[in-house]
């Protein structure tokens, strides 16, 4: 059974930085494409970056700059460090994993997604 398991979120002040972690289990994923998406409240779910297993790195324009993905194959895990942090980056913060022909055409394009992780920027 594939799972993806968010950690990292919380409450944290405007200017000040998260690193999220996704555990991937059930298989390896190591040839998939893992991706960040976000929900803010009364939003719909938005792409926030990606990486493919060759390590290319998309990022939405939102979080260019501010926010780095990488991954670590090994241990099946993906990381989203996030710095310079601002209150509306407040969102439920969502892992999915897709296929190694994933691309920015389709940003959606997602096999598995995690349940997601809560993170708060005050001002």
């Known amino acids: 059974q594939v799972q993806l398991v968010e950690s990292g979120g919380g409450l944290v002040q405007a200017g000040g930085s998260l690193r999220l972690s996704c555990a991937a289990s059930g298989r390896t994923f190591s040839k998939s494409a893992m991706g960040w998406f976000r929900q803010a409240p009364g939003k719909e779910r938005e792409f926030v970056a990606a990486?493919?297993?060759?390590?290319?790195?998309y990022y939405a324009d939102s979080a260019k700059g501010r926010f780095t993905i990488s991954r670590d194959n090994a241990k099946n895990t993906v990381y989203l460090q996030m710095n310079s942090l601002k209150p509306e980056d407040t969102a439920v913060y969502y892992c999915?994993?897709?296929?190694?022909?994933?691309?920015?055409?389709?940003?959606?394009?997602?096999?598995?997604w995690g349940k997601g992780t809560l993170v708060t920027v005050s001002a």
């Open positions: 999915a994993a897709g296929p190694a022909t994933w691309g920015p055409k389709d940003l959606y394009g997602m096999d598995y």
């Open positions: 990486i493919k297993w060759s390590g290319a790195t």
